[in-house]
């Protein structure tokens, strides 16, 4: 059984699937609202090649991957190992390009997405992948739409058949705006597979051009989120990229570009991650007048089974050859060359929280352009974060806290200006614990700015954190971890140390304001089961020494800039 778009929407709703294996699936509360993002090249093809679309079966070579497909076991695997490394090199068979069937798909996309979206109750957005992975390396860009199917249905989504640089993207999506009078916006995902072409400095990787102003005018327009976390790795940082963050390794998952052609390099990571892309973007502005990489951050799940399922206890898996099952942890996720990305190292992450005023396509895409989201790498804890000037200690006792930081600052993906004499920049953090989730170890501001060299930097800050009446900050500064009460055996935790909220006001001890700096904040929760600790109860296993067992699931803001008047 093949999954589709009706089916990730009715999962998302709440209600109970079949998976393409046969397992019943739930998740454990409803989502608010859900895109359905298929691949614009070759749009609903795999579905199609395994059902055996007559016109796709004419090509000999769709007819085998079909015959594989439909066989089962390694067989199927291996073909659709096939179909993912065709799409990469740009050698899909023609017939599966077709854009007359890309159309007939596309408006039954558009027409399942129209019959699901429930404006205030649950909005089924419409969107699309594009698929940019010239050479292997991953440039894939998530477009989503504020319009309804009227104007969505007017043009095909764009493909890597006409362009494999972004910047062709973002001038289709000028012109759907200008023929449609609708609004689009895109944001990249993967950077840890992009072998560092994801946040370029000096030349564009696709065209081998000096970057511009008006690259950097482009990309701030139309990109204005990055996917930091989702199943194929965190993206936030990298723990050689930054040394002194003792939670920098996690989920790291940094093989070599996407489909493993060429192993990943140091020299690469750079310009592969979020927190380095942000202090990068404050450095490019001053070259080019604009920051390109001035992003609000979300989480997604990138599964490919219909099911944004990332529970840790209630994880689908990244395809349909990663259900649940004894031998996933073990059987990888995806094979080429001969270099595989092993099952057991898939996150289970991720989600995106959106601060709108509504649940409707309009209210959540405008929240996405200003930047008001935040990503969690699963637990749906409730993040805020305003900065400001006149923020006091006491407004971290307040019960209403979105009505004192409306009131005295700017919300995540805000800009601050120009310092008032002899203030430093404040902040309101605050975060509430998933109700079924694990408590909360710390929260911490991480700060980066450009110094009056013309260097970047970064300084992470613990601000407030769980057990305050016993732990307490070392010479360093550093508030000691939090203990850890998973009992792995048996897959379970005891919610008996942290906090179930944090809230506070944090003041920048080294505030400049003659320099440019971003602020965002990352919340992270006490130890819990990993997935693979799950899996390891639920079938009996003894998994290898390599395979992690716990894990500390966070959420990360958007961030606050600061900027300073010239």
Not at 431 to 444: C, E, M, V, W
């Amino acid at each position: 059984m093949t999954l589709g778009p009706e089916e990730a929407f009715r999962f998302a709703r709440g209600e109970e699937v079949t998976t393409s294996h046969g397992l019943p699936f739930k998740l454990s509360r409803p989502l608010d609202w859900l895109v359905v993002a298929d691949h614009s090249d070759g749009m609903g093809a795999m579905k199609e090649i395994i059902a055996g679309n007559p016109n796709l079966l004419k090509d000999p070579v769709v007819k085998k991957w079909h015959t594989a497909m439909r066989t089962g076991g390694e067989a199927a695997f291996e073909a659709t190992m096939e179909v993912i490394n065709a799409f990469s090199q740009g050698k899909v068979p023609k017939v599966v390009l077709d854009r007359t069937f890309q159309q007939t798909v596309w408006d039954d996309y558009i027409d399942i997405a129209e019959r699901f979206n429930e404006p205030g109750r649950f909005t089924a957005m419409i969107g699309y992948e594009w698929t940019s992975t010239e050479k292997g390396n991953n440039l894939h860009r998530n477009v989503l739409y504020r319009d309804g199917g009227d104007r969505a249905r007017r043009m095909v989504p764009y493909t890597t058949a006409e362009s494999f640089n972004p910047e062709d993207l973002w001038k289709w999506m000028a012109r759907y705006e200008e023929a449609t009078g609708g609004q689009v916006l895109t944001l990249a995902h993967n950077g840890n597979m992009s072998n560092g072409i994801m946040f370029p400095v000096e030349t564009n990787p696709a065209t081998g051009k000096a970057l511009s102003g008006d690259y950097a005018k482009q990309r701030a327009r139309w990109e204005p989120l990055y996917e930091v976390t989702q199943i194929k790795g965190d993206g936030e940082t990298h723990p050689l990229l930054s040394t002194d963050d003792e939670f920098a390794d996690y989920e790291t998952l940094a093989l070599g570009n996407l489909n493993l052609t060429v192993p990943k390099e140091d020299r690469m990571l750079k310009y592969e991650y979020a927190r380095e892309a942000l202090k990068n973007g404050l450095l490019l502005e001053t070259k080019l007048g604009t920051n390109p990489y001035k992003f609000g951050m979300v989480g997604s799940t990138d599964t490919h089974t219909a099911l944004a399922a990332v529970e840790e206890d209630n994880y689908i898996g990244k395809h349909a050859g990663t259900e649940p099952s004894a031998e996933r942890w073990n059987h990888p996720m995806a094979k080429f060359q001969g270099r595989q990305y092993e099952g057991y190292a898939m996150a289970s992450s991720g989600y995106a929280g959106v601060w709108a005023t509504d649940n409707t396509r309009k209210a959540l895409f405008d929240a996405m352009k200003r930047k008001e989201v935040y990503a969690t790498t699963g637990p749906r804890m409730l993040v805020r974060f305003w900065g400001g000037w006149n923020f006091v200690e006491d407004d971290g006792n307040s019960r209403l806290p979105a009505a004192v930081g409306y009131a005295k600052g700017v919300p995540m993906g805000g800009d601050l200006t120009q310092a008032p004499n002899g203030k430093s920049a404040t902040f309101l953090v605050a975060a509430l614990k998933d109700p079924y989730g694990a408590n909360l170890d710390r929260i911490q501001i991480v700060k980066g700015w450009l110094d009056k060299g013309g260097k970047t930097q970064e300084k992470v800050y613990d601000v407030v954190w769980g057990d305050a009446e016993t732990r307490k900050p070392g010479a360093d500064g550093k508030v000691p971890a939090v203990g850890n009460t998973v009992d792995v055996a048996n897959a379970t935790w005891r919610n008996t140390i942290g906090d179930p909220e944090l809230i506070t006001v944090w003041s920048d001890p080294d505030f400049d304001p003659a320099l440019k700096a971003f602020y965002y904040a990352r919340v992270i929760e006490i130890p819990t089961p990993r997935w693979t600790a799950y899996d390891a109860k639920r079938f009996g296993l003894k998994m290898s020494k390599e395979v992690l067992m716990t894990t500390q699931e966070r959420a990360y803001t958007s961030p606050i800039w600061y900027t300073p008047s010239t």
